[in-house]
C-alpha cells in the first residue's frame, strides 16, 4: 500500500508546491541501465577498467574492495568497520563475486554478479520507493493556519503534560510528536537540531521557555516556535528521504492463489537450496528459501523490519520449522506453504505500517553512492620493471 506522501507524489498535481519538491526513487532508472544489453556493458567496461589496477583483465579481492564498499553504501550500510552485521554483509557480498573460493573474477563473471546485485536493489526500492521530500516551511505553515491545529495541539498537550514541566520541556516533547505530514523534518537529525531547531527555540524569550507551562501558554509558544521553525525552513530547506509501506499478507494472498505461479517459484528455491544426501535437506534453509521469496510475497527480507520478523517467528513455530530436522522436498515446500499461510493470516488481522525518514547532508543520487556514477578514466598502466 502506497504512503500519502508517494500518492501524493505521482499525482500530477498536488497541492501548493509540493508537488514540484517531490521526486520518487523507486529503482526504475537501475532497472533501465541493467537491462539496456548495450549500455549495461559499457558501464561494465567502465567500470572493471577503473577497478582493474594492474591491468591483467582480473579482479583481485583486493581490486574488489571498492565496489563492494560502493554497493554497501547504495543500500544503506555504515562504513566497514563500524559494525560487525554491517562487516558481515560486506563479506557476504564479496563472496557474491568471489563465490568463496577465487582469488580473482573475470570481466564476465563482475558483470553477471553486478547484474544480479543491481537488479536486486531495483526489486527492493519498487517495492518500498524512496520519496525525497523538500521542506521549505509550506507544509508546516499550512498546518499551523488550519483548522486541525488546535484539536491536534489539545492532542499534543494532554499526551506529553507532566506537572512542573517548563514551557521548553514541553516544546521539545511536543515536536517530537510531529511527522513529515505536518511539515517537520527528523527533530533528532543533528543537521535540523543545529540549523532549525536550536536557533528557532534560541528566538523565543529564554525567561518565559523556562516558566511552568500550562495549557494556554503551550498553544501560543507551540504556534510561536513552529512559525519560527517554518520560516528557518523557508531560507534554509531540509531534504528528506521517506519511506513507507504497510504489509497486510495482500502478496501472499496473491501468490498462493495462483497455483502455477506458486509452485514455479517453490520449484525455484528448492533447486537453490544446499541438498544433504538422499535429496534431504535442513530445515534451516527454510529461512533462507523465505528470504528468496520475499519479493514475489510483498514481505521485507528477514531482519529489515522487526515487527514482521516476530510475525515470521511465531509463523515457524506454529509450523515447527525451527528444529533444523532434515526434510525431503514435499515436506519443505509443505512447511513453507504452512509458513507463508500462517504469516499471511496473523498480517490480515493485524497490518504492519513502517515508515522512516532520513536527512539527507548531501544531494542524493539514484544510488546514495558513486556505485552508479560515471568511472574516471583509468591511469595508464606501466609495464612492471625488470
Known sequence: MESGQLQQA?????????????????????????ENKEAFAKFVESKFRHLDRDGDG??????LQPAVADIGAAIGLPARGSSATADHIYSEVLNEFTHGKKDSVSKSEFQHVLSDILLGMAAGLQRDPIVILRMNGEDLTEFIESTTYEPEAVAIFSQIESRNASVRQSL??????LTVDHGIPPPSDSLVVESIIEPALQELPADELDQPVSQEVFFQEFRKYLGIIARRLQERPIIVAHTENTFDGAGIRKLLSSKQEFDKLLDSVWRDVPKE??????????????????????LPPYGAVDQVDAVVNEAFKMANADDGKPVDEAEFKKLLTEILGAVMLQLDGNAISVSTNTVLHEPMSTSSSTLLSPSPPSPMVSSPSD
Open 10 to 34: 505521482r499525482r500530477s498535481g498536488g497541492r501548493g508546491k509540493r508537488s514540484e519538491a517531490v521526486q520518487v526513487v523507486d529503482g526504475s532508472e537501475i532497472r533501465e541501465l541493467v
Open 172 to 177: 521539545s516533547a511536543a515536536l517530537r510528536q
Open 58 to 63: 582480473r579482479l583481485s579481492v583486493r581490486e
Open 277 to 298: 544426501h538422499k535429496d534431504r535437506t535442513s530445515k534451516k534453509y527454510l529461512r533462507v528459501a523465505l528470504d528468496r521469496m520475499a519479493d514475489s510475497v510483498k
